[in-house]
Protein backbone atom coordinates (compact mmCIF):
# COMPACT_ATOMS: atom_id res chain seq x y z
CA UNK A 1 0.00 0.00 0.00
CA UNK A 2 1.56 3.60 -1.13
CA UNK A 3 2.34 6.04 1.61
CA UNK A 4 3.50 9.23 -0.93
CA UNK A 5 2.10 11.79 -0.31
CA UNK A 6 0.47 11.40 3.06
CA UNK A 7 -0.23 13.76 5.47
CA UNK A 8 -2.22 15.46 7.82
CA UNK A 9 -3.98 17.19 5.28
CA UNK A 10 -4.91 14.36 2.96
CA UNK A 11 -6.04 12.40 6.06
CA UNK A 12 -8.63 15.01 6.94
CA UNK A 13 -9.27 15.57 3.67
CA UNK A 14 -10.59 12.54 3.24
CA UNK A 15 -12.15 12.58 6.78
CA UNK A 16 -14.05 15.33 5.48
CA UNK A 17 -15.41 13.54 1.98
CA UNK A 18 -16.54 10.98 4.26
CA UNK A 19 -18.48 12.61 6.71
CA UNK A 20 -19.87 14.35 3.55
CA UNK A 21 -20.94 11.32 1.63
CA UNK A 22 -21.82 9.22 4.75
CA UNK A 23 -21.93 11.29 7.89
CA UNK A 24 -19.71 12.07 10.40
CA UNK A 25 -20.41 8.63 12.56
CA UNK A 26 -18.75 7.16 9.20
CA UNK A 27 -15.78 8.26 9.59
CA UNK A 28 -13.55 5.44 11.03
CA UNK A 29 -9.62 5.33 10.94
CA UNK A 30 -10.06 2.21 8.88
CA UNK A 31 -12.17 3.41 6.50
CA UNK A 32 -10.32 6.69 6.01
CA UNK A 33 -7.10 4.72 5.70
CA UNK A 34 -8.62 2.28 3.38
CA UNK A 35 -9.61 5.34 0.72
CA UNK A 36 -6.21 6.60 1.04
CA UNK A 37 -5.09 2.73 0.27
CA UNK A 38 -2.79 2.70 3.78
CA UNK A 39 -3.17 0.67 6.85
CA UNK A 40 -4.75 2.15 9.70
CA UNK A 41 -1.75 1.93 11.68
CA UNK A 42 -0.17 4.36 8.95
CA UNK A 43 -2.25 7.28 10.30
CA UNK A 44 -1.16 7.60 13.63
CA UNK A 45 1.92 9.49 12.29
CA UNK A 46 -0.46 12.11 11.14
CA UNK A 47 -3.21 12.30 14.01
CA UNK A 48 -3.91 11.02 17.22
CA UNK A 49 -6.47 8.13 16.96
CA UNK A 50 -10.27 8.94 15.95
CA UNK A 51 -10.15 11.69 18.85
CA UNK A 52 -6.90 13.70 16.92
CA UNK A 53 -8.93 12.72 13.63
CA UNK A 54 -12.32 14.46 14.75
CA UNK A 55 -10.63 17.46 16.33
CA UNK A 56 -8.27 18.15 13.20
CA UNK A 57 -11.75 17.53 11.40
CA UNK A 58 -13.50 20.29 13.36
CA UNK A 59 -10.69 22.64 13.06
CA UNK A 60 -11.02 22.36 9.03
CA UNK A 61 -14.47 22.41 9.35
CA UNK A 62 -14.57 25.59 11.61
CA UNK A 63 -11.91 27.49 9.43
CA UNK A 64 -14.13 26.91 6.19
CA UNK A 65 -17.17 28.08 7.88
CA UNK A 66 -15.24 31.09 8.96
CA UNK A 67 -14.02 32.08 5.20
CA UNK A 68 -17.69 31.08 3.67
CA UNK A 69 -19.32 33.83 6.37
CA UNK A 70 -16.63 35.83 6.52
CA UNK A 71 -16.60 36.33 2.12
CA UNK A 72 -20.45 36.81 2.49
CA UNK A 73 -20.24 39.64 4.96
CA UNK A 74 -17.51 41.29 3.04
CA UNK A 75 -18.53 44.57 1.58
CA UNK A 76 -22.17 44.65 3.46
CA UNK A 77 -23.88 45.77 6.85
CA UNK A 78 -26.91 45.47 8.48
CA UNK A 79 -29.91 42.98 7.57
CA UNK A 80 -27.81 42.74 4.04
CA UNK A 81 -24.60 41.79 5.93
CA UNK A 82 -27.37 39.21 8.25
CA UNK A 83 -29.10 37.50 5.30
CA UNK A 84 -25.68 37.56 3.34
CA UNK A 85 -24.15 35.06 6.35
CA UNK A 86 -26.94 33.75 7.10
CA UNK A 87 -26.94 31.83 3.06
CA UNK A 88 -23.76 30.80 3.23
CA UNK A 89 -24.08 29.35 6.83
CA UNK A 90 -27.18 27.05 4.96
CA UNK A 91 -24.90 27.22 2.17
CA UNK A 92 -21.80 25.14 3.93
CA UNK A 93 -24.05 23.00 5.95
CA UNK A 94 -25.64 21.91 2.33
CA UNK A 95 -22.40 21.67 0.58
CA UNK A 96 -20.63 19.94 3.13
CA UNK A 97 -23.26 17.96 5.78
CA UNK A 98 -20.64 15.75 7.30
CA UNK A 99 -18.00 18.66 7.90
CA UNK A 100 -20.96 20.97 9.05
CA UNK A 101 -21.34 18.23 12.05
CA UNK A 102 -17.89 18.96 12.92
CA UNK A 103 -18.43 22.45 13.81
CA UNK A 104 -21.33 22.25 16.09
CA UNK A 105 -19.74 20.27 19.29
CA UNK A 106 -18.26 22.52 22.06
CA UNK A 107 -14.33 22.17 22.09
CA UNK A 108 -13.46 19.86 25.36
CA UNK A 109 -12.51 22.17 28.53
CA UNK A 110 -9.05 23.40 27.78
CA UNK A 111 -8.37 22.86 24.28
CA UNK A 112 -7.77 26.57 23.31
CA UNK A 113 -7.49 26.29 19.49
CA UNK A 114 -10.47 24.78 19.44
CA UNK A 115 -11.90 27.14 21.15
CA UNK A 116 -10.47 29.95 19.04
CA UNK A 117 -11.83 28.30 16.10
CA UNK A 118 -15.14 28.59 16.67
CA UNK A 119 -14.95 31.99 18.22
CA UNK A 120 -13.14 33.28 14.98
CA UNK A 121 -16.03 31.15 12.99
CA UNK A 122 -18.84 33.95 15.08
CA UNK A 123 -16.75 37.07 14.69
CA UNK A 124 -18.41 37.29 11.20
CA UNK A 125 -21.85 37.02 12.90
CA UNK A 126 -20.44 39.12 16.06
CA UNK A 127 -18.74 41.88 13.14
CA UNK A 128 -22.71 42.00 11.40
CA UNK A 129 -24.09 42.77 14.55
CA UNK A 130 -22.45 45.79 15.10
CA UNK A 131 -25.11 48.17 12.91
CA UNK A 132 -27.56 46.90 15.68
CA UNK A 133 -24.86 48.35 17.74
CA UNK A 134 -24.80 45.43 20.57
CA UNK A 135 -21.83 45.24 22.67
CA UNK A 136 -20.64 42.65 25.22
CA UNK A 137 -23.50 40.12 26.51
CA UNK A 138 -26.21 41.65 24.40
CA UNK A 139 -24.12 40.96 21.18
CA UNK A 140 -23.37 37.28 22.62
CA UNK A 141 -26.52 36.20 23.60
CA UNK A 142 -27.81 37.32 19.91
CA UNK A 143 -25.14 35.44 18.20
CA UNK A 144 -26.43 32.56 19.71
CA UNK A 145 -29.67 33.27 18.72
CA UNK A 146 -28.86 33.83 15.35
CA UNK A 147 -26.97 30.53 15.84
CA UNK A 148 -29.71 28.44 17.16
CA UNK A 149 -31.84 29.32 14.64
CA UNK A 150 -29.83 29.21 11.66
CA UNK A 151 -28.53 25.66 12.93
CA UNK A 152 -32.26 24.51 14.01
CA UNK A 153 -33.41 25.36 10.08
CA UNK A 154 -30.16 23.56 8.86
CA UNK A 155 -30.34 20.68 10.75
CA UNK A 156 -34.12 20.28 10.24
CA UNK A 157 -33.70 20.64 6.57
CA UNK A 158 -31.12 17.89 6.66
CA UNK A 159 -33.08 15.52 8.18
CA UNK A 160 -36.14 16.11 6.50
CA UNK A 161 -37.89 17.73 9.30
CA UNK A 162 -40.23 20.14 6.61
CA UNK A 163 -43.01 17.86 5.82
CA UNK A 164 -45.19 20.36 5.08
CA UNK A 165 -45.07 21.40 1.42
CA UNK A 166 -44.03 24.86 1.44
CA UNK A 167 -41.11 26.29 -0.48
CA UNK A 168 -38.02 26.22 2.38
CA UNK A 169 -36.48 29.10 0.64
CA UNK A 170 -39.65 31.14 1.92
CA UNK A 171 -39.70 29.93 5.31
CA UNK A 172 -35.91 30.44 5.22
CA UNK A 173 -36.41 33.98 4.25
CA UNK A 174 -39.55 34.20 6.89
CA UNK A 175 -36.86 33.14 9.43
CA UNK A 176 -34.37 35.69 8.38
CA UNK A 177 -37.05 38.63 8.56
CA UNK A 178 -37.88 37.44 12.47
CA UNK A 179 -34.13 37.63 12.92
CA UNK A 180 -33.81 41.23 11.92
CA UNK A 181 -37.41 42.45 13.74
CA UNK A 182 -35.80 41.44 16.31
CA UNK A 183 -32.52 42.61 16.41
CA UNK A 184 -34.31 46.08 15.27
CA UNK A 185 -36.74 46.16 18.69
CA UNK A 186 -33.88 44.90 20.79
Do not use: C
Not at 102 to 127: I, N, Q, S
Request: aromatic share 4%.
Amino acid sequence: MSRAGLDQGRVVEQAGRIADSDGLAAVTLARVAAELGVRAPSLYNHVDGRAGLMRQLSLRSLGELDEALRDAALGRSGTDALVGVAHAYRAYAHRHPGRYAATVTAAKPGDEEVERAGARALDAVLAVLGAWELEGQAALHQVRVIRSALHGFVSLEADGGFGLPLALDETFALLLATLVAGLDSA
